[in-house]
Structure formats: structure tokens, C-alpha cells
């Protein structure tokens, strides 16, 4: 996948918290591009069977004119079915819906807000799923693509590392994914951890093993724990695992070249046993989608055990 990075980044953040004096650099030195800034995740996944459960974010636009080049918002969806023992229902990225610049509303800090909702009836309707199918581990995603009045448009493959990574300022990854869980209790696969790498991998420069807090967020099954620099979220859905995509592994927001990205495995997914949360394996991917500082010639996937203390 062909990166492209943007010309804002150059000399932008001189911290990856100060919100203010990171708008005003936006605003006077952005010369090209756009972002989506992931202002607030309300909430992440679709529970199962719940027609009326849905994806919601709020998102700020940031363009060169200070949101005055925002045409609209074009929201894509696609459904992953991650059980394919009785045939792959897995349907392609259709467009859900566009969001037009009137719908956007003026934010604190005079760029435009707007907070997207995404139905998990409306999903199902739209890819004319058979509810009843969908299981527990299954996942959709949102995607996003900002449309100037130019005639240029900004989505997850024109970003850099240092965009697409909620770890630093912009945090526009364009893309989320959306679990289907069964809610579990909050304080299960939470609490003190030795984890250790099960798999074959070089682990060179990572810790193999140690001891790790896991907590539990405001949203069912998100869990977290700072495994690297920035705290590593995941998921459980169904019986599986699924780490956060674009995680930053090692926090070089100034210089997107050599920022390590995180996020799951395409094929090995880590599994639990939800009525026991004494052991549980996760695999994580350090360099996903390529972000390895290293133009994608060291990326590495790793299978973690997690034995709760």
C-alpha cells in the first residue's frame, strides 16, 4: 500500500498533548491535506442480536482553510464473518452513507464537529445480512473519506503513521473496526498478568516476558494495558481477541517515518475461554500494515500467553 505523508507534519507537534498550540501550528502551516480527528470514541462495537446497538465517534475536520474546504464525509462499511465453517458470508466495502459539511457543526476550536453513528441495523440492512448468522467474533468496519471542495479527497491510505495512530495529536485513522461481542462482566480478564511470547518470532527488542495490569474501560469487553508505549487496547469478542489497529508501539509522533505501528493478525487471533480468565493467548502484529520504521522490512507477529496472577 502505497504511504503518502502529509506536509503538515513537518515541525507540528511539540507535544502530543497540547491541544491548543497544535490547532494554532494546523491552522497556520498546514499546507495541503486533511484529517478526520478522532475527538471522542463513544462507543466501539455492536452486541449481538441488539438491532438498536451502534458504532459512535465523534470527528473534527482539519483542512488548510480551517475546515472551509470540507465538502462532505463519505462513510463506507464492510462485514468480515471470522467463523467460516458453515461457508464465508463476508460481504465487500459498500457506501453507507455521505455526511455533508451542513451537518457539521462549529467546535471549540472553530473547526468543524460532528458526531458519527453507525447503526447495527442500519449495517445489516445495507449488506442485506441474515441477522441470525452474524455470530459473536464477527466484525465490520468503518471507513472515511473526507471530500474537498477542490476535488481532493483524504482516507486511511493517505495518511501517515503519525496521523492514523490515536497515540499522537492528529489520531485520524479513517478506519474502525466494529466488533460483535456478547457483553462479559467488567472485571473478568482484568487485574495482574505474567505474560510471556509463545510463538517462534525473533522477539529481539521486545520483552518477552513480565508482569502487566490489565484493565477494563468505560465500554464492555475493552480491555487495556501498557505493553508498549502507548497502552495496548483490545478486544474480546466471541471467543477471540482482537488488539486495536494502528496502536504505536513506539510513540515517534514527530517523525511518522520511523514510527512502529500495532494491530491484529489477519489469520491468527488469539482465544479464550470466556468462563475461565486464568490464561488467554493474543496476537499482535508490531509494524502493522507496514508501519515498522523500516519501509515494511521488519514486520513482526507475536503470540502472547497471559497467566493471571
Known amino acids: 500500500m502505497k504511504k503518502i505523508y502529509f506536509i503538515i507534519l513537518v515541525g507540528i507537534l511539540t507535544t502530543c498533548s497540547d491541544d491548543e498550540k497544535a490547532i494554532e501550528v494546523v491552522t497556520e502551516e498546514i499546507e495541503r491535506g486533511a484529517v478526520l480527528r478522532n475527538i471522542t470514541r463513544i462507543q466501539n462495537n455492536f ?30 462499511t464492510k462485514y468480515i464473518d471470522r467463523d467460516v465453517s458453515n461457508g464465508n458470508d463476508t460481504s465487500p466495502e459498500i457506501i453507507l452513507k455521505d455526511i455533508e459539511a ?41 471507513r472515511l473519506e473526507v471530500f474537498l471542495t477542490d476535488g481532493r479527497s483524504y482516507s486511511n491510505d493517505s495518511g501517515s503513521a503519525s496521523i492514523l495512530t490515536d497515540f499522537c495529536f492528529f489520531k485520524s485513522p479513517y478506519r474502525y473496526v466494529i466488533n460483535v461481542i456478547e457483553p462479559i462482566p467488567d472485571a473478568d480478564f482484568t487485574g495482574t498478568y505474567f505474560y510471556e511470547i509463545i510463538s517462534d518470532q525473533d522477539d529481539t527488542g521486545v520483552n518477552a516476558e513480565g508482569f502487566i495490569t490489565i484493565n477494563s474501560t468505560s465500554m464492555s469487553n475493552v480491555r487495556y494495558m501498557p505493553l508498549y508505549t502507548d497502552a495496548l487496547e483490545f478486544t474480546i469478542a466471541g471467543t477471540s481477541i482482537y488488539p486495536k489497529i494502528y496502536g504505536s508501539y513506539n510513540g515517534f509522533c514527530r517523525d511518522s517515518t520511523f514510527h512502529i505501528l500495532t494491530g491484529p493478525s489477519d489469520t491468527s487471533f488469539g482465544q479464550v475461554n470466556l468462563i475461565d480468565d486464568t490464561v488467554f493467548d493474543m496476537t499482535i502484529v508490531i509494524g502493522y500494515e507496514g508501519w515498522d520504521g523500516q519501509l515494511g522490512n521488519n514486520v513482526r507477529e507475536f503470540t502472547y500467553r497471559f497467566t493471571k496472577q
Open 47 to 76: 452486541e449481538a442480536g441488539d438491532l438498536t446497538s451502534a458504532f459512535a465517534v465523534e470527528i473534527e475536520e482539519q483542512d488548510e482553510e480551517d475546515g472551509a474546504l470540507l465538502d462532505f464525509v463519505r462513510v463506507y
Open 102 to 142: 451542513s451537518s457539521f457543526t462549529t467546535g471549540p476550536v472553530g473547526l468543524p464537529r460532528h458526531t458519527l453513528n453507525v447503526s447495527y441495523e442500519e449495517t445489516v440492512t445495507s449488506h442485506n445480512l441474515d441477522l441470525n448468522a452474524i455470530q459473536p467474533g464477527d466484525q465490520f468496519e468503518v
